[in-house]
């Protein structure tokens, strides 16, 4: 999938050609099968100590994978969208109980806030962007009251993140981001969780190196897991 994606891009700016699709797939189709996952929508409300401890799964390539698809696609403003690339998925559980997902991704090519805090060039971003690894969903379901919750599930999920990651991908991010969109939120679960505040985006999407999109200005928040985070992100042997 990653590698159609880089050569649609690179017939997109026109740099090869490509032969005529030999199956033309109409994603939309997809869409109903998401919809129709049976879950529980009782109000879940109360103390977060009521509810500990809390038990967050990795989903991603076990039967709970497609669930987590559904929620996302249903509840999340953001809808669900197919990952390209290494991704990692999780869902939280109260006694059996699904009460939120979070999914893991690929970084964004270019944050300018970002890249000023990091200090690299465009070289080693281009050489070591993979060593950072983007919260692109956190859901807690609509029916879920429970404060404090948000802080909890991030701080429970980024402890084990990195090893969880090196299994799946055999090497370990040292740098995590996320965009929030202020419109809709205040980043308030973050700051609680211990993540820095860097800067706003310039509103061109997570993937846009052509100046083009023209998206909502997101608030940018980084969790460093290695004290040296910056040391191994302007490594240039990585290249």
């Known amino acids: 999938m990653t590698c159609r994606e880089l050569l649609r891009r690179l017939e997109q700016k026109g740099l090869i050609p490509l032969p ?10 997809k869409k109903p099968s998401l919809q129709g996952l ?8 109360g103390r977060l100590k009521e509810f500990l401890p809390i038990d967050l799964r990795m989903v991603k390539g076990s039967p709970d994978e497609a669930l987590s698809n559904s929620l996302i696609h249903q509840y999340h403003y953001l809808g669900y969208r197919q ?11 109260v006694k059996e109980r699904p009460i939120a997902c979070l999914s893991w991704g690929a970084a964004a090519w270019k944050v300018a806030c970002r890249d000023q805090f990091i200090g690299w060039s465009p070289s080693t971003r281009s050489n070591n962007l993979f060593f950072i690894v983007n919260n692109t969903r956190f859901l807690i379901f609509p029916w879920v009251r429970i404060p404090y919750l948000a ?3 991030l701080s429970q999920n ?4 990195a090893s969880d990651w090196y299994r799946w991908y055999h090497y370990r991010p040292v740098l995590l981001e996320t965009f929030v969109d202020t419109e809709r939120f ?5 700051r609680a969780a211990n993540w820095l505040w860097v800067g706003r985006t310039q509103g061109r999407g997570k993937n846009d190196r052509d100046h083009q999109q023209d998206l909502p200005v997101k608030e940018v928040f980084l969790y460093p897991l290695k004290k040296t ?11």
């Open 229 to 239: 985070f910056r040391e191994v992100l302007n490594d240039e042997s990585h290249g």
């Open 186 to 190: 205040l980043g308030t679960s973050y």
């Open 151 to 153: 802080s909890h599930l």
């Open 38 to 45: 049976p879950h529980e929508t009782d109000l879940l409300t």
């Open 20 to 29: 005529p699709k030999k199956i033309d797939i109409d994603r939309r189709q």
């Open 83 to 93: 990952t390209v690339g290494p991704c990692l998925k999780y869902m939280a559980y």
């Open 158 to 161: 980024i402890k084990v993140l």
